[in-house]
């Protein structure tokens, strides 16, 4: 069954620290890829998304994410974090040419002190 | 334009009871998509529907059902209410049920069956 691994539960931070969280799936077809956040309080939002071209994507808020075929990875990455970006961040997967079923990670939350 | 809204935002069911969820999807929107997300979770796929009809199921026991009606709003229905159906129930609509189509999401509803 296919499936979307997060590899960090929580990760702390200080402020202007850089960011990387990792994201890896398993599905050997063609995939479409997201980064989704969730603030405290809020909905899902999405942060960005690969659906092909240059494997590296820019999102809101200056996230990128960059997609590695060969390893199966869609790692989201910030230069510099901001207080700002506490949240709770899930990665999700939809199999290409299906319906828009996406498959979450567990999430990673993401702490970020002043 | 408006979002994805669901009601009610918190709820307490007893075991073996029967609950519904609503969602009204976003403008323009005619996909509805629900998910379950368990604490220290993602969201998990229930089911999908497009234009009144389920187009799409995941792993989830029949009890778990679902309405669209003519104005694309939703209802999730869960019959026979276990302990472990609690968790906070998503809605996300779309434009379109086809992977190209970003997910709009709601606040969720939490459940809580005790």
């Known amino acids: 069954a296919q499936s979307v691994s997060q590899h960090n539960h929580h990760v702390i931070l200080s402020e202007a620290a850089s960011l990387e969280l990792g994201c890896n799936y398993s599905y050997g077809g063609t995939v479409n890829l997201f980064w989704y956040v969730q603030y405290p309080g809020q909905h899902l939002q999405l942060l960005l998304k690969?659906?092909?071209?240059?494997?590296l994507v820019k999102g809101i808020k200056g996230f990128e994410a960059e997609f590695i075929k060969s390893k199966f990875s869609f790692n989201l990455r910030k230069p510099s974090v901001q207080w700002s970006d506490t949240a709770e961040y899930f990665c999700a997967v939809i199999l290409s040419g299906g319906y828009n079923k996406l498959i979450f990670g567990a999430g990673t939350r993401l702490a970020v002190h002043p | 334009e408006t979002g994805v809204t669901q009601s009610p935002t918190h709820l307490i069911k007893t075991r073996g009871q029967q609950v519904t969820l609503r969602c009204s999807s976003q403008?323009?929107?005619?996909?509805v998509s629900w998910y379950q997300q368990a604490l220290g979770q993602g969201p998990q796929f229930i089911f999908q529907y497009y234009r009144e009809e389920e187009n799409g199921r995941g792993n989830f026991p029949p009890r778990f059902s679902g309405l669209q009606f003519p104005n694309y709003s939703s209802e999730l229905n869960v019959n026979a209410l276990e302990l472990d159906d609690s968790a906070l129930y998503l809605c996300a609509s779309s434009l379109s049920g086809t992977t190209d189509s970003p997910l709009h999401f709601g606040n969720g509803t939490r459940l809580t069956v005790t």
């Open positions: 690969y659906f092909s071209g240059d494997p």
């Open positions: 403008s323009g929107h005619n996909t």
